[in-house]
Antibody, heavy 115, light 110 residues
Framework: EVQLVESGGVLAQAGGSLRLSCAAS????????MVWVRQAPGKGLEWISY????????SYADSVRGRFTISRDNAKKSLFLQMNSLRPEDTAVYYC????????WGRGTLVTVYS | QSVVTQPPSASGTPGQSVTISCSGN????????VCWYQHFPGTAPKLLIQ???QRPSGVPDRFSGSKSGTSASLAISGLRSDDEADYYC???????????FGTGTKVTVL
């Protein structure tokens, strides 16, 4: 069974940093691209970052480029999102998902940023 | 603000059909497959349609997808109360080198 479990969501101060993790199981993690998607309160789904299976290609939404860094450890079947210079508008539930298509998703981890 | 737009809401009575539209451009829907997701807040989004019109295993045939040009649509037939959820389309965007999600449509079963 494919499982994706996010962790690391907390209450953080604006300007601070957080590292989210996504633990994968039940599939060949090293051969799949992965993404992070978030949903702010009362808003829709927003793609924020993509990483290819070998980490050779990464991309970011304009809203997080330069502040967030996506990475992965294929040996540990884990995906990460380093979040720096946090802003209140980064408050959201953060999901990791397997690509492509985005067929399996985790249940999300809540990040709350206060000013 | 998303470049892919959906109507904010749609509704129908049990047993009726509902169709949700998804409008993008040549960089996303016009040149890539479209996926559709069903989302209950607080849970993991569920893939309903992949490759614009294919249902993954386990998805009822009440759900169907289509695409034409830079637009796509999701049809739900035989509407049920448990279909009441948020629905999103999504596609890869070649100019962004990332995914774009539609603005989302809340389906209400009257």
């Amino acid at each position: 069974e494919v499982q994706l479990v996010e962790s690391g969501g907390v209450l953080a101060q604006a300007g601070g940093s957080l590292r989210l993790s996504c633990a994968a199981s039940g599939f060949s993690f090293s051969t799949n691209s992965m993404v992070w998607v978030r949903q702010a309160p009362g808003k829709g789904l927003e793609w924020i970052s993509y990483i290819s299976s070998s980490s050779s290609k990464v991309s970011y939404a304009d809203s997080v480029r330069g502040r967030f860094t996506i990475s992965r450890d294929n040996a540990k079947k884990s995906l990460f999102l380093q979040m720096n210079s946090l802003r209140p508008e980064d408050t959201a539930v953060y999901y990791c998902a397997r690509a492509a298509p985005l067929d399996y998703w985790g249940r999300g981890t809540l990040v709350t940023v206060y000013s | 603000q998303s470049v892919v737009t959906q109507p904010p809401s749609a509704s129908g009575t049990p047993g009726q059909s509902v169709t949700i539209s998804c409008s993008g451009n040549s960089s996303n829907i016009g040149s890539n497959y479209v996926c559709w997701y069903q989302h209950f807040p607080g849970t993991a989004p569920k893939l309903l349609i992949q490759r614009s019109n294919q249902r993954p295993s386990g998805v009822p045939d009440r759900f169907s997808g289509s695409k034409s040009g830079t637009s796509a649509s999701l049809a739900i037939s035989g509407l049920r109360s448990d279909d009441e959820a948020d629905y999103y389309c999504a596609a890869w965007d070649d100019s962004l080198s990332g995914y774009v999600f539609g603005t989302g449509t809340k389906v209400t079963v009257l």
